[in-house]
């Protein structure tokens, strides 16, 4: 039986040949998540759209390993202007909207996220009762 699982998401995986998050039992650790366009990888202009984007993108690779969004215990979220999280929080919220059912999160500086990025996050999580999928 194989102990390390590779997950890979159409758009959200890495041109490198890296997974988009990789399981091990119950743990599930993400790579670097964008706010991309998954069907054609560009990034929209606005914060608003890229954090739709990303968020939908957690939910799609916590859900190709087995879980689901319940299972996600931190998140770290990158943006590039720090002082802006009315759009992130806004993804948040409709994500996690049980103030006592929300994982942790923290929002370091993104100073150097390079070129159209304006955010970028990863996970961990929890799945279920750790079997392979």
């Known amino acids: 039986m194989k102990k390390r699982h590779s997950i890979y998401v159409d758009g959200a995986s890495h041109r490198a040949p890296i997974p988009a998050a990789c399981r091990i039992g119950s743990l599930l650790v993400t790579g670097v998540i964008n706010g991309n366009d998954p069907a054609t990888g560009e990034f929209p202009d606005s914060l608003d759209e890229q954090c739709r984007l990303l968020f939908a993108q957690v939910r799609a690779i916590v859900e190709a390993a087995g879980g689901a969004t319940a299972d996600i215990i931190k998140m770290t979220v990158w943006l590039k202007d720090r002082n802006d999280k009315t759009a992130l929080n806004r993804e948040w919220l409709a994500m996690f909207p049980d103030p006592e059912d929300r994982p942790a999160r923290h929002t370091p500086p993104g100073a150097d996220l390079e070129g159209p990025r304006l955010i ?6 929890v799945l279920g009762d750790g079997a392979q999928t």
């Open 120 to 125: 970028q996050a990863d996970f961990m999580a």
